[in-house]
């Protein structure tokens, strides 16, 4: 089966640092969170808010060491007014027999404010 696991956070800046550093952050939790292993994950969609520019934030998850061949999709999120702004979000798509309710989503940050129902 394939479950999807989401994710999002915030930087404070539009910096290549702070991109690269948020997505990481992120990307751990939700592996760690949900046990997960490269072998498993299909592929990997992050959007990022048309404010943050300064690096792809893609390149933070292919440098984790054995996560190099994981498909990953980078794409803008959409310019809503009045939205999360500075704002990383993911997508992994993983082949698991872990039921919905045992999905760990993760939500950091400003993001928090996205799925107030989810706990972290």
């Given at each position: 089966m394939?479950?999807?696991?989401?994710g999002a956070t915030?930087?404070?800046?539009?910096?290549?640092?702070?991109?690269?550093?948020?997505?990481?952050?992120l990307s751990l939790a939700l592996i760690e969170r949900n046990d997960l292993h490269a072998d498993d994950v299909a592929?990997?969609?992050?959007t990022s808010t048309p404010d943050l520019n300064?690096?792809?934030p893609a390149a933070a998850i292919r440098s984790l060491k054995g996560w190099e061949l994981v498909p990953l999709m980078g794409a803008s999120e959409v310019d809503v007014p009045n939205?999360?702004?500075l704002c990383i979000r993911m997508m992994f798509l993983v082949n698991t027999d872990k039921s919905a309710n045992k999905i760990r989503h993760?939500?950091?940050?400003e993001?928090?404010?996205?799925?107030?129902?989810?706990?972290?």
């Open positions: 394939v479950r999807g696991i989401r915030t930087v404070s800046t539009n910096t290549k640092e702070e991109i690269l550093k948020a997505t990481k952050e592929s990997i969609l992050i300064a690096a792809f939205g999360l702004a993760v939500y950091l940050n993001a928090v404010k996205l799925r107030p129902d989810l706990k972290s």
